[in-house]
C-alpha cells in the first residue's frame, strides 16, 4: 500500500516551510556618554518641562496650544482611524455570523406561465417566506490573520507615537515662538533707546552748530545717524508682529485674539537640564518609538505576504427555515455545514512579488530605524553644544556690554564738554548698541538651544 498524505499533514508541512527568517538586528550601539555633556546638569526632563522657564504666561500658550491647535487634532484624529483599523484587522480571528430573512411574491399578470415560473394561471400568486442564520470562518493555519491583526496593533502604536511627535513639535514650536516674541520686544526697547540716545546727541551737536563749534558735516553725521535709528525701528516692529502672527497660528487662532501681557525678556531664565546617558534616549523619544513600532508591523506584513500563497481553509455552518406563509416560516428548520480549500495555482507572479514587497519594506524600514537613532543622538549632541558654546560666548559678551556702555558714557560728556570730536561719539554709540542687540540675540540663542535639549531628549515622553 503507498503511502499517502493527508491535508492536515500537507498543510503541516507547508506551514512549516513558510515560517518567517528571524528579522536582521536593529540594534545601534550608542556611545558611553555624550561629548558635550553639560556639567552640574541634574534637572531632570519631566513631561511638562515648559514649567522650567518661570513664565506663567508661557503655560498658559501651551496650554492653549494642546486644545487648540489643529494639527495636533488631525494626529488624534489619525490615532482614532488606526484604532479602528486594528478592530478591523483582528476581526477575521473569530467567525462571522450573520442573519438573513427574506420574503417573496411572485405573482402571473396573464397567460399561464412558464416551467421555470411558480405562479400559474390556476395559481396566480405564490408567496414565500425564509430566515437564516450563517457562520464562517477561515482556518488560520499559516498564522497570516494574526500577522495582519499584529500589523495593524503596531500601526496603532506608531500613530499614538506619532501623535505624540507632532505634541512635542507643536509644544516645542510654541516655546520658540514666544521666547522669540519677547526677544523682538527687548530689542524693540533697545532700539528706541538708542533712538533717544541718538536724538539727545543731535541736540547737543545742533547747538554747538549754531554756536559755531561744530561743523556741518558733524551735525550731518549725526542726523544720518538718527534717521538710521529711525529706519530700524520700525523694521523691528514688523519683525516683532510676524512673531506673533506665528505664535497665533501655532495656537489655532487668528492673532487678533492673541493676548500677551507684558513679560519682561530678561526675566525668562533656562534651566540647568541633566541629559542622562545615550542609551536612555531609545526610551525617551516618541518618533523613535514610532519607527521601531513601523518596523514591526511591517515584520508582521510578511507572514501576511506569505500566508496569502499557500492554501487557505474555510468552514461554513448554517441554520435556516422556509415556508410559503409567513406564521410557518420557523416550522421547517434546516442545516447545512460547508468546507472550501482553495490553493493559489497561477497568478503571474503577484503573490510572490507581494511577498517580495514586504521585504524589501522590512529592509527600508530597519534603515529608517537606525537611522532615527543615529539622528536622535545628533541632536542632543547639538543642542548640548550650542549650550555650551553659548554659554562661554555670553561670559565674555556680558563684559563686552559693560565697557561699550561706559565708552558711550565717557564720549558723550567729553563731547559735550568740547573735550572730544563726534566721530568718537559716533563709534561708541554704534558699538554700545551692536552690543546691546548680541546680548538679546545671544540670550534668545540660549533659550532656544535649551528648548532644543528637551525637544531632542524626548521632552519628558516616556512610552507607556
Known sequence: MKPSLSLLSVCLLLGACSQNVAPDATAVVPPPSWQFAQERA??????????????????????QAQAGSYDLAAAVARVQQAQAGAVIAGAPLLPEVKFGGSGNREKLLR?????????????????????????SYEVDFWGGKAAARDSAVQALRASEFDRATVELTLLSSVANRYVQTLAFDEQLRIARLNLANAQRVLKVVQTRHDAGSATALELAQQTSLVASQQRHVPLVEQQAREARISLAVLLGKPVQQLQLGATPFARLHWPSIGSGVPSQLLSRRPDIASAEAKLAAAHADIT????????????????????????????????????????????????????????ARQQELLHTYRASIISAFADVEKALNSANGLDGQRQWQDEELKQAQQAFDIAQHRYAAGAEVLLTVLDTQRTLYQAQDQHVQLRLARLQASIALYKALGGGWHAR
Open 42 to 63: 541634574s534637572l531632570a526632563v519631566n513631561q511638562p518641562w515648559w514649567q522650567q522657564f518661570g513664565s506663567p504666561e508661557l503655560n498658559r500658550l501651551i496650554a
Open 304 to 359: 501576511v505576504a506569505r500566508a496569502a500563497m499557500l492554501p487557505s481553509l474555510t468552514l461554513g455552518a448554517s441554520l435556516g427555515s422556509g415556508a410559503d406563509r409567513l406564521s410557518d416560516v420557523l416550522r421547517s428548520p434546516f442545516y447545512n455545514l460547508t468546507a472550501g480549500l482553495a490553493a493559489p495555482i497561477f497568478n503571474n507572479g503577484r503573490l510572490s512579488a507581494e511577498r517580495d514587497k514586504a521585504i
Open 111 to 135: 397567460g399561464n406561465g412558464y416551467s421555470q415560473l411558480d405562479a400559474t394561471d390556476d395559481n396566480k400568486a405564490v408567496d414565500y417566506f425564509d430566515a437564516n442564520l450563517t457562520a
